[in-house]
């Protein structure tokens, strides 16, 4: 491997502990420092903690195939192999939280963006599969980190989101305003009593 692609493999899990470690400073913004969470800043949160997160982790997994003498191709081919296998997962298992959303508060995600957050998870996994089966690509450092770099773009759509929600001066959505009448009217309960 050669010195080029571990510095932008160590460089892209620095941006990763970053942004993961940004997702505490979202939580102290507005509403949320007191535990009053909107389902889709929940959402949009443990997306930028699962990729950010993931792309820090997968940026170690060629440096440790390295460690376990696989080299060249077959080093990429695993590691290729085990970010499709994570982009995947991450896909069956956010899909019906994000079908719940939709339901519960149609309008609340933008389908721009969410377009282009599936569209980065559908890319990065495809990518994957073919740089490991040596389709297009030819088991190389290039299609792998392009897939980090794309969790790491959902990573950062995500935390513009979270920290540009509570600066805007915009109404909530109006299930949102059900939600903070029905809290605010517990908490004046809990204070009466």
């Not at 060629?62 to 080299?71: D, K, Q």
Request: proline share 5%; with cysteine; glycine share 8%.
């Amino acid at each position: 491997m050669d010195e080029t692609t571990v510095l932008i493999l160590l460089g892209f899990a620095g941006v990763a502990a970053t942004l993961a470690g940004f997702s505490g400073v979202v939580a102290v913004f507005g509403r949320r420092a007191h535990g009053e969470w909107f389902l889709e800043d929940r959402f949009r949160l443990t997306n930028m903690l699962v990729t950010s997160l993931g792309a820090g982790l997968f940026a170690f997994v060629p440096l440790l195939g390295v460690l376990l003498h696989l080299h060249g191709p077959r080093n990429w081919t695993v590691s290729s192999l085990l970010l499709c296998a994570y982009c995947v997962a991450y896909i069956v298992k956010s899909y019906p939280h994000w079908q719940h959303l939709l339901r519960l508060h149609p309008g609340a995600l933008s389908p721009r963006i969410s377009v282009v957050v599936s569209g980065s998870f559908y890319s990065a996994a495809l990518i994957q599969l073919m740089n490991a089966g040596s389709i297009l690509f030819h088991r190389e450092p290039g299609p792998y980190v392009l897939g980090l770099l794309l969790l790491l773009i959902i990573a950062g759509i995500q935390f513009a989101l979270l920290v540009l929600r509570p600066l805007t001066a915009h109404r909530p959505h109006p299930s949102h305003e059900e939600e903070s009448i029905g809290k605010e009217s517990e908490a004046e309960t809990a204070h009466t009593r």
